[in-house]
């Protein structure tokens, strides 16, 4: 099992970061993928899915800032991020949706700073 996260770092408010999650081909190919975010205290949510064809969906507060998108002969996921905030901060994952898998791999934190 391989779900490996990158592309984390640190911005100022307004920037942007493109995350990046490889995943073993058993997981990716009929799947749905998400990326799913922790806040420090916070429980894990959902932020985006992506199906097989690239149907998306976006959590309210990341709409219109966060595009998700797969690259599918590449077993990749992608979460572009713009206009960043604070809120933000987090650990980032990639994993199947809507039954994530037991395995989440050590994520990508990001943080903004105001």
């Known amino acids: 099992v391989q779900l490996q996260a990158s592309g984390g770092g640190s911005v100022r408010a307004g920037g942007s970061l493109r995350l990046s999650c490889a995943a073993s081909?058993?997981?990716?190919?009929?799947?749905?993928m998400g990326w799913y975010r922790q806040a420090p205290g916070k429980q894990r949510e959902l932020v985006a899915t992506?199906?097989?064809?690239?149907?998306?969906s976006y959590a309210d507060s990341v709409k219109g800032r966060f595009t998700i998108s797969r690259d599918n002969a590449k077993n990749t996921v992608f979460l572009q991020m713009n206009s960043l905030k604070p809120e933000d901060i987090a650990v980032y994952y990639c994993n199947t949706v809507p039954r994530p898998l037991s395995y989440w791999g050590q994520g990508t934190q990001v943080t903004v700073s105001s």
């Open positions: 081909g058993s997981i990716f190919s009929l799947n749905v």
């Open positions: 992506i199906t097989s064809r690239a149907v998306t």
